[in-house]
Structure formats: C-alpha cells, structure tokens
C-alpha cells in the first residue's frame, strides 16, 4: 500500500476541453515534470478506439517517468493500450468483474460519492477510492453533493485502502486534503487550464512542503 500512496499523491485527472491548446500529451508531460505522480486519463465523449490511441501515446510519453496511467471508465480501453490500470465509478462495470478482466497486478480505482458508498466498498478489490467531491466542480455535472472536509475525514477514515480526494481542489487546499486523512489530491482544472501545467504541480507540492 506504500507504492500506491505515494502515487496518489498529486493525482492528474486529463480534460481533454481544458488541454486543448497544448494538448492532452504535451499537458500531461509538463505536469509530470513538475511533480504530478499518477495520471487519469478521462474522455468522456471519446470512443474506444481514441481512448486507446490517446493512452498509447500517453503510456510512451510517461516512459521511464515511474508515473503510472490508469483509464477511467473504459476497461477495454485499458487492456488494449497496455496502461497501468482503470478507474471506475459507481454505475460503471462492478469492482469484481473489473479486477478480473484487468488481472491482479493492475491498479483499479472506484469512485465513492458518499459514505455508505465508502464502507460498501471496504471489501472491493481495489487498490484505491476516490472521495469526493469536496467542493461543487464544473468538470463533473453529475456528482452527488460536496462533502467538504468534514465529509472527506469521515471517509478517508471509513475506507480500508489508500484514498485520494477529488472536486474543485486547489493548491491552497493541499494540507487541508492530508490533514483530513487522504492519502493525495485529484486535479483536473488547476493544472489542465493552467498556462503552465508544470508550475502548477510544482505549487501544490510546495504547499505541502511550506
């Protein structure tokens, strides 16, 4: 569980709307450069076949990195491409059947909204969950309500395996997010829309750091 802590970390989840003018490649290297230690790879209106291209290129570019790439919500996507691991939400294939088709030495993550959600998923098989939102975003319209840092602790607390927080999430909010008993933060547009992806990263370690 050390391993997957410590990937969770600064966790970078792709908007390929808000990546568009570097792209989401190029978006993702220059976050990693600064510090980012996994990446989400999120398109939810691509196909299959642009998932897979896209993760391909993007399991190229982290290469030698040690960061690794996991695919939300498409496991076919996953498999293809070769990439580390996915990432599923509650409506999506069910934990079990995820972990078998990825095998065992895949990372899978599970999206819980909620606490019940979180003490359901106690006996999952799955490396991590995420807990969230904390905050309303604008890169999720059908997320369930906040639940702030008061919600978070409960959660992070509840769960059995290494948890990263996710929802509106800026730098300033860093030792707020361990403080709460997350093991690391998701970010999708404080970096993504970023003029500087890599300056980005770099402030929300700092703040860990300060």
């Given at each position: 569980?050390?391993?997957?802590?410590?990937?969770?970390?600064?966790?970078?989840?792709?908007?390929?709307?808000?990546?568009?003018?570097?792209?989401?490649?190029?978006?993702?290297?220059?976050a990693?450069?600064?510090?980012?230690?996994?990446?989400?790879?999120?398109?939810?209106?691509?196909t299959t076949?642009?998932?897979?291209?896209?993760?391909?290129a993007?399991?190229?570019?982290?290469?030698?990195?040690?960061?690794p790439?996991?695919?939300?919500?498409?496991?076919e996507?996953?498999?293809?491409?070769?990439?580390?691991?996915?990432?599923?939400?509650?409506?999506?294939?069910?934990?079990?059947?995820?972990?078998?088709?990825?095998?065992?030495?895949?990372?899978?993550?599970?999206?819980?909204?909620?606490?019940?959600a979180?003490?359901?998923?106690?006996?999952?098989?799955?490396d991590?969950?995420?807990?969230?939102?904390?905050?309303?975003?604008?890169?999720?319209?059908?997320?369930?309500?906040?639940?702030g840092?008061?919600?978070?602790?409960?959660?992070a607390?509840?769960?059995?395996?290494?948890?990263?927080?996710?929802?509106?999430?800026?730098?300033?909010?860093?030792?707020?997010?361990?403080?709460?008993?997350?093991?690391?933060?998701?970010?999708?547009?404080?970096?993504?829309?970023?003029?500087?992806?890599?300056?980005?990263?770099?402030?929300?370690?700092?703040?860990l750091?300060?």
């Open positions: 569980m050390a391993l997957i802590r410590a990937q969770l970390r600064l966790y970078l989840i792709t908007d390929p709307v808000m990546c568009a003018e570097r792209g989401v490649v190029d978006t993702v290297q220059e990693v450069s600064g510090g980012v230690t996994m990446v989400q790879l999120r398109d939810k209106t691509a076949a642009t998932r897979i291209e896209l993760a391909r993007l399991m190229r570019a982290l290469d030698g990195t040690g960061v790439l996991v695919v939300n919500d498409d496991l996507a996953a498999i293809a491409a070769g990439a580390d691991g996915a990432h599923i939400g509650q409506t999506d294939a069910p934990p079990e059947r995820a972990r078998a088709l990825l095998g065992p030495d895949k990372i899978l993550g599970l999206s819980c909204e909620t606490l019940t979180t003490r359901e998923a106690r006996d999952a098989p799955v991590y969950l995420g807990l969230g939102p904390i905050f309303s975003t604008g890169t999720k319209d059908d997320h369930k309500p906040p639940i840092w008061t919600g978070l602790a409960q959660m607390t509840a769960a059995t395996v290494p948890t990263v927080a996710i929802g509106g999430i800026k730098s300033r909010h860093m030792k707020q997010v361990f403080d709460a008993g997350a093991d690391g933060a998701s970010v999708v547009s404080a970096i993504c829309a970023a003029p500087d992806p890599r300056a980005a990263a770099v402030t929300f370690l700092k703040e750091s300060e």
